[in-house]
C-alpha cells in the first residue's frame, strides 16, 4: 500500500530513535541487543507492506544494521526475507549508512543518490563532494551514475600498471582465499546436510563471494582459457 512519511513515523516505536527522516535513522545511543532486534524486525515488517516508500525504509534498515555492528550476525538475511528484498540490496543499504551517516546525507537528494555515491566511494570527503555535485547540478540518478562510473573508470586507467601496495594486497588476499577454502573442505559433511533454510541464510552472507567467483571466472576466460578448476567447478 502507498504510505507517506507522517505515517512512517507514527508507525514507529517510540523508543530508541531519536530522529527519523525521509534518508535515515539515528538512533538513540546504547540500545539493548533485544530491543535493537525487535526494531530492525519492526522496520523489515513496514518495508514489506509500504511500498510506496520503499526508498525511506531501505535507508532506515541500513541505520539500523549498522547500528547493531557485530551483533546483528546473520540479520541482513533474517531482514531481508521479512521485507521482501533481496539481501545484497540490505548489504548495499548497511555499507552507505556507514559510510554516510544521517547528519551527512542532503535532504535535496534522493536514497538512490547516496547509494550511487556511497557504493563507489568511502573517503568521506569525496562522498560529499559528489553528493554536493549531485544536489547543485540537479542530477538525475542515471546521470550521476554515468559520471561517478566515467570518473572510476578514469582512475583505473591511471592506476593500470600494479605497485608494490597492490601485491601486497594481493598476496593477502590468496592467502584468505586458501584459508577459506580450506575451511569449506574440511566442512564439506557438515554443510552438504545443510537445511533449505540454513542453505537460504549461507547464501545471503555469501554474496559477496558469488559475485567475486563470477568476476574471476570471467577474467580467467577472457583470453579462452579454461579457469582453474577449483573456481570453474560449483
Known sequence: MQIDLKQLLAALP???????TRLGLALA???ETDEWRRLAAHVAGLTRHATGARQTLTAWLGDVLVYGADRGRGLIAECAHAAGLDPGTLRNAKMVCSRIPVSRRHDALSWSHHCEVGIAFRDPATIEHWLALAEKEALSTAEL??????????????????GLGDSISTFRLMRELRAASRSLAYGRELWRHWSPEA???????L???????????????RDGHQAPRSLAAN
Do not use: C, N, W, Y
Request: without cysteine; proline residues 6%.
Open 29 to 31: 545511543p546504547k540500545i
Open 145 to 162: 551514475r554515468r559520471r561517478v562510473r566515467d570518473h572510476v573508470a578514469a582512475s583505473k586507467r591511471q592506476d593500470r600498471r600494479p
Open 14 to 20: 517510540p523508543s530508541g530513535i531519536d530522529r527519523a
Open 199 to 205: 542453505a537460504r541464510l549461507a547464501t545471503g552472507e
Open 207 to 221: 554474496r559477496e563471494m558469488f559475485d567475486f567467483v563470477d568476476a574471476v571466472r570471467a577474467r580467467a576466460l
